[in-house]
């Protein structure tokens, strides 16, 4: 088991930006994968992109050339950078193994996207 804490959410205008973070409780560099999942409406969770041990991303259709994922195993820590943000991206992030199996799944971040 690893535990994950998401951070970085908040309320941001339609074609704004923000950046999560995920803080891993332990070293994050022998996983194989890690994924930025994000609530839906019928509150299930979607995988929006997940990053490879070695680097190789993938995204969904609707946030790719929008959403970057990156990791930094140094810090434990894996990001989502958000950029040109829609009101249908709002909804809670969560950050996770992927697949995430039975691990247990944090408190997750809101985001916002809103004028």
């Known amino acids: 088991q690893v535990q994950f804490v998401e951070s970085g959410g908040g309320l941001v205008r339609p074609g704004g930006s923000l950046s999560l973070s995920c803080a891993a409780s332990?070293?994050?560099?022998?996983?194989?994968?890690l994924g930025w999942y994000r609530q839906t409406p019928e509150k299930q969770r979607e995988l929006v992109a997940f990053i490879t041990r070695g680097g190789g991303t993938t995204y969904i259709d609707s946030v790719k050339g929008r959403f970057t994922i990156s990791r930094d195993n140094a810090k434990r820590t894996m990001y989502l950078q958000m950029n040109n943000l829609r009101p249908e991206d709002t909804t809670v992030y969560y950050c996770n193994l992927w697949p995430a199996g039975i691990n247990d799944w944090g408190q997750g971040t809101q985001v916002t996207v809103s004028s």
């Open positions: 332990r070293n994050i560099e022998p996983i194989p994968a």
